[in-house]
Antibody, heavy 120, light 110 residues
Framework: QVQFVHSGAEVKRPGASVKVSCKAS????????IHWVRQAPGQRLEWLGW????????KYAQRFQGRVTITRDTSASTAYMELSSLTYEDTAVYYC?????????????WGQGTLVTVSS | EIVLTQSPGTLSLSPGERATLSCRASQSVSSSHLAWYQQKPGQAPRLLIFAASRRATGIPDRFSGSGSGTDFTLIISRLEPEDSAVYFCQQYDSSPPLYTFGQGTKLEIK
């Protein structure tokens, strides 16, 4: 079955960067894109961007352009999300989710998430 | 940016009843770009419905989706205690590429 294993919780200072990983199993990694979505306390789910599992091209939400970088290692079936210049508002659970496949646009499997806490 | 507004904020019903959850978009959304998710406390979201009305793998037929344009609905019939959760709708817009989510409807089974 499709599963994702996230890296562990992180605590970062304001201004720092964080890199979160998510290792996929149960399917051919290169056949699906991987998205990153975050959920801050009391806030809506928020999409950060995605990476094509095969060719590795990326798309980012405009509000995170220049601050987020999504990469992948196909040999390890792992996707990474790095967020820089952290502020307190970046405290959230960061999820990876598998793209369900076009022409529909949805996320069919999600990881359990990584809690990132920004604190001084 | 397309904003999704869900109503009601909280819904409290009894087992066996039917729940009707609404998702309204600030602009027209392609039906193929609308999905619904269920999230229980401490868990990741779980896909229920994609393309507005297609059930995801393993989702019971008590869950059904409908709608078009700016108004979409998730109906959960014959409610069970395990249906207690927060339900989100989600859409995709291609220009610029952006997925957005509704604020959620909390369903309580009394």
């Amino acid at each position: 079955q499709v599963q994702f294993v996230h890296s562990g919780a992180e605590v970062k200072r304001p201004g720092a960067s964080v890199k979160v990983s998510c290792k996929a199993s149960g399917y051919t990694f290169s056949f699906h894109a991987i998205h990153w979505v975050r959920q801050a306390p009391g806030q809506r789910l928020e999409w950060l961007g995605w990476i094509n599992g095969g060719i590795g091209d990326t798309k980012y939400a405009q509000r995170f352009q220049g601050r987020v970088t999504i990469t992948r290692d196909t040999s390890a079936s792992t996707a990474y999300m790095e967020l820089s210049s952290l502020t307190y508002e970046d405290t959230a659970v960061y999820y990876c989710a598998r793209d369900g496949g076009s022409p529909e646009y949805y996320f069919d499997y999600w990881g359990q998430g990584t809690l990132v806490t920004v604190s001084s | 940016e397309i904003v999704l507004t869900q109503s009601p904020g909280t819904l409290s019903l009894s087992p066996g009843e039917r729940a009707t959850l609404s998702c309204r978009a600030s602009q027209s959304v392609s039906s193929s770009h609308l999905a619904w998710y269920q999230q229980k406390p401490g868990q990741a979201p779980r896909l229920l419905i994609f393309a507005a009305s297609r059930r995801a793998t393993g989702i019971p037929d008590r869950f059904s989706g409908s709608g078009s344009g700016t108004d979409f609905t998730l109906i959960i019939s014959r409610l069970e205690p395990e249906d207690s959760a927060v339900y989100f709708c989600q859409q995709y817009d291609s220009s610029p590429p952006l997925y957005t989510f509704g604020q959620g409807t909390k369903l309580e089974i009394k």
